[in-house]
């Protein structure tokens, strides 16, 4: 077969096109310590960070990462073990064709294990990305800290159990944010008693997280006295719910909640609910749709959308105001909802880490001497309050915030604090 | 009654852009015998082309007055123009050489077309969806308790004068004819003085360019879009294709209609989840009782 040269430069630019874009989509290693000098003992120790950074988790995603490298160039610049260890950050992508992505997310975490400098990792965002995480870490022993994930089956109850596989009577499981049958009771409690909805249309992604939430969404808010008018479970990749809304308009919902992300449907379906005239019902939602991305799918429409963050709103706490200054110097933005987890999640790992170095004589420590003072955090502080784990790996101090969408913009209208 | 017939236009809306989607995948496997996977893709780059016209124009918003049908025509015939530029050069550099390999090599070549036009797309715009300006003024209308959108009827009306003006061409022009006699016999057309290179050229220039149309139309319906939505319409718009019989343009309306009516219903009266479900599983009946679809292939048993 003959190759004419424009057709072989063609086919050569397509090649490295896909390359590049292989490359962008599933993983990028760097190096965060870079504006820190060094240790001079050499000997480096990485914190893995599994987070979707890439299409549209990218809004949430990037600003919660951005709050471990924080927290690891700070350790740095302040002496970290004594200067005897440099910290650095492994930072890996769970994004696949511009979403969440639990098979990404469990290669990312053999990564982690597979290096032996990784002592402890934050992430991932997404519980049905942790459903498949955890095994892992629990097999390896390699300390998570979640900064987000609030599906109760990872932390409670026989789902749980059943992921710990390889060690069933260890965790190597902990999160910062509280779980979704708090999360959800709080949300239906907003709609019954502080928006005085009575009768509700539930839509939900299907997802781990997004079918969690609405089912405690659901039965909370019958308990309240509410009714729920339908629960309606979308498909991946669904592009078109007029016909779903259509149905939902039929029923004349007081307002339509929705279980799952921004990047699973929850902007789109703010968006058509205007097409069908659903436009001034109240919208409401948990923190998957808490991201920046929603208001920009959603455009105008995203005006009386309501939803809640598995973490206070760090701009309203004093405790936050130090880390919020030093993030808005490094990154030159504003944090996202998760940010301060992150940083939280990471700090409790650094100060693990030291406790453990000391304990093996200032060499190398392992993953279990990690784990092990982990998941004896008590009353640690950090921007979001005073954090600490119960038995199970879930924060012993849950705080929620609430937002409302005016003008375009989320504003924090109340802020939550549960009994754990 | 009511929220039936409100189904019936959601479904028929979705239905017009599966068909104008549909009408490529049938043309180009009527005369080749390909399945242009890289189709689905071609109808996002119809979103992505008409965004940067409107982007050119300053359109931000809805426009009115005689503005408007400028606006229009130059976002709707520029996406379809360059759409079509797109597919001749896919066909160009992808297809052409391959033409009388096994069937096997050109459908994974259309396979890799597809990741590289996804990739592409996602190196232009980014990876996450992109609002899509509104353009046209929608009011909607009231026949007695149904209501209907401004959008909805554009969808409708322009896939059903599409396929009639296409399916004209291809009856009674001379290219239409040569069209035809290529998917017929490509040695017997070329000896007849047909020069099949352009016929097939042309073939996916005017297929195509109807998923570019079909991309401006998808981008005003829902106000957003995003890289990787042609994967899903793709295969909707294939199965629509296969539904009402590959290679008829009428099939592919007709399925791509149908598939459309199939999904609203399903959600009304089964549930949403369900629509996938049913969709296939209609298909899956129709190709056991009709192998070659609902309309048959119009076209000769080839091979």
């Known amino acids: 077969m003959r190759f004419s040269p424009i057709s072989r430069a063609v086919a050569a630019t397509a090649l490295a096109a896909v390359l590049a874009a292989c490359t962008n989509s599933t993983s990028t290693t760097s190096t965060a310590g870079g504006s820190s000098e060094p240790a001079a003992a050499g000997q480096t120790i990485k914190i893995g960070v599994d987070l979707p950074v890439s299409g549209a988790d990218a809004s949430i995603g990037i600003p919660t990462q951005n709050g471990v490298v924080l927290a690891v160039e700070e350790a740095n610049k302040n002496g970290f073990a004594g200067g005897k260890f440099k910290l650095d950050t492994s930072l890996l992508d769970d994004a696949v064709q511009g979403k969440h992505d639990p098979a990404a997310g469990a290669q990312n975490v053999k990564t982690f294990i597979a290096d032996s400098s990784v002592l402890a990792m934050v992430g991932p965002f997404n519980s049905n990305v942790a459903k498949s995480e955890i095994p892992l870490t629990n097999d390896a022993g390699l300390v998570q800290i979640s900064p987000s994930n609030t599906n109760d089956g990872l932390t409670i109850g026989d789902d749980a159990k059943k992921l710990r596989t390889a060690h069933p009577d260890t965790n190597t499981y902990f999160r910062v944010c509280t779980r979704d049958s708090k999360q959800g009771l709080a949300l239906a409690q907003v709609a019954a008693q502080r928006l005085g909805l009575k009768k509700i249309f539930i839509i939900d992604d299907n997802e781990t997280y997004g079918k969690g939430l609405a089912d405690v969404f659901d039965a909370s808010f019958r308990q309240l006295g509410g009714t729920v008018l339908g629960h309606e479970h979308i498909t991946a990749n669904q592009q078109d719910f007029k016909a779903l809304l259509t149905k939902a308009k039929a029923d004349n919902p007081d307002g339509v909640f929705f279980g799952g992300n921004t990047s699973t449907g929850g902007g789109l379906v703010r968006r058509q609910m205007s097409d069908v005239g659903l436009g001034s019902v109240p919208y409401l939602g948990g923190d998957g749709i808490s991201d920046p991305e929603f208001e920009t799918v959603a455009g105008a429409t995203a005006n009386g959308s309501y939803m809640t963050v598995a973490a206070p709103d760090a701009s309203k706490l004093p405790s936050a105001k130090q880390f919020i200054a030093a993030y808005q110097a490094r990154f030159k933005s504003n944090v996202g909802p998760y940010s301060a987890n992150a940083y939280t999640a990471a700090k409790i790992e650094i100060a693990a880490i030291e406790k453990a170095i000391t304990d093996a004589g200032g060499k190398m420590p392992t993953r279990a001497d990690v784990l092990k003072y982990v998941a004896a955090t008590k009353d640690f502080d950090s921007p979001i309050g005073k954090v600490g784990f119960d038995a199970n790996g879930d924060t012993t101090s849950p705080v929620l915030s609430l937002l409302e969408v005016k003008g375009g913009k989320p504003i924090t209208i109340d802020v939550i604090t549960l009994k754990s | ?303």
């Open chain 2, 1 to 303: 009654m009511t929220l039936f017939v409100q189904q019936l236009i959601n479904g028929l809306s979705l239905g017009g852009i599966y068909a104008l989607i549909a009408l490529g995948y049938t043309m180009v496997y009527g005369i080749i015998e390909l399945i242009n996977f890289a189709h689905g893709d071609v109808y996002t780059l119809g979103t992505f082309f008409s965004l940067a016209i409107l982007t050119l124009l300053g359109v931000t918003g809805i426009v009115s007055g005689p503005m408007l049908i400028v606006v229009v025509a130059v976002a709707i015939l520029g996406a379809m123009l360059l759409c079509g530029l797109t597919g001749v050069i896919i066909e160009r550099l992808a297809y052409r050489r391959l033409r009388n390999a096994p069937k096997l090599a050109p459908l994974i070549t259309a396979i890799g077309m597809s990741f590289i036009l996804e990739n592409l797309m996602q190196y232009w715009k980014g990876p996450s969806p992109i609002p899509f300006p509104q353009v046209i003024p929608n009011p909607s209308f009231a026949v007695g308790a149904v209501t209907v959108e401004a959008k909805q009827i554009m969808v409708i009306l322009l896939a059903v004068v599409l396929m009639m003006v296409l399916q004209t061409f291809v009856r009674y022009s001379r290219l239409g004819k040569a069209m035809r006699a290529t998917a017929q016999d490509k040695d017997a057309a070329q000896l007849m003085g047909i020069d099949i290179n352009t016929t097939i050229a042309l073939t996916f220039l005017i297929g195509s360019a109807l998923a570019g149309a079909a991309g401006f139309v998808s981008g005003v319906y829902y106000g957003s879009t995003w890289f990787f939505n042609g994967f899903a319409a793709g295969l909707k718009a294939f199965t629509a294709a296969v539904l009402g019989g590959i290679g008829n343009i009428a099939g592919a309306m007709l399925g791509g209609f149908l598939i459309g009516l199939i999904e609203a219903m399903t959600t009304q009266f089964i549930g949403d989840q369900w629509s996938n479900v049913v969709v296939f599983s209609v298909l899956v009946l129709v190709l056991i009782f009709r192998p070659s679809g609902l309309l048959g292939e119009s076209l000769p048993n080839k091979v």
